[in-house]
């Protein structure tokens, strides 16, 4: 899943500075747009470190990626369309992958089927 995970955000990064920058952008010559890899960037460092709280939070941020992907693949044309469904699978891929690393790194007492202390274990008789 780490690997699955790095190489989806970094891979979206570079998808997203072509895109707008040579690719199709949406004025001739590139777009401000191209700033919009900026926000993947923040989790960047912890993901590839990781920090399973970066792993929590960037599961929340992709999904920003994957709207704009899916309203892009439907109103888009030609290679915008084509570079759109690639950023929406890009996106599910991160976000399946962030998912099951934060699951899979959680704290054995607040895992499914194992019992936590009560407040009963924690009295002195």
């Given amino acids: 899943m780490y690997l699955a995970a790095c190489g989806s955000l970094i891979a979206l990064i570079f998808l997203c500075l072509a895109w707008e920058l040579r690719l199709a952008p949406v004025q001739p010559g590139g777009s401000w747009l191209a700033l919009k890899c900026l926000p993947l960037l923040a989790p960047l460092f912890g993901i590839l470190n990781g920090r399973r709280y970066s792993y929590q939070w960037a599961s929340m941020l992709i999904l920003l990626y994957f709207t ?58």
């Fill in 68 to 125: 704009e992907g899916v309203v892009r693949a439907t109103t888009e044309t030609g290679m915008a369309q084509t570079l759109a469904i690639a950023e929406t699978v890009l996106a599910l891929i991160f976000f399946g992958a962030t998912v099951t690393f934060a699951r899979l790194t959680r704290p054995s007492a607040s895992r499914p089927g194992s019992t936590l202390p009560t407040v009963a274990d924690s009295r002195r008789d």
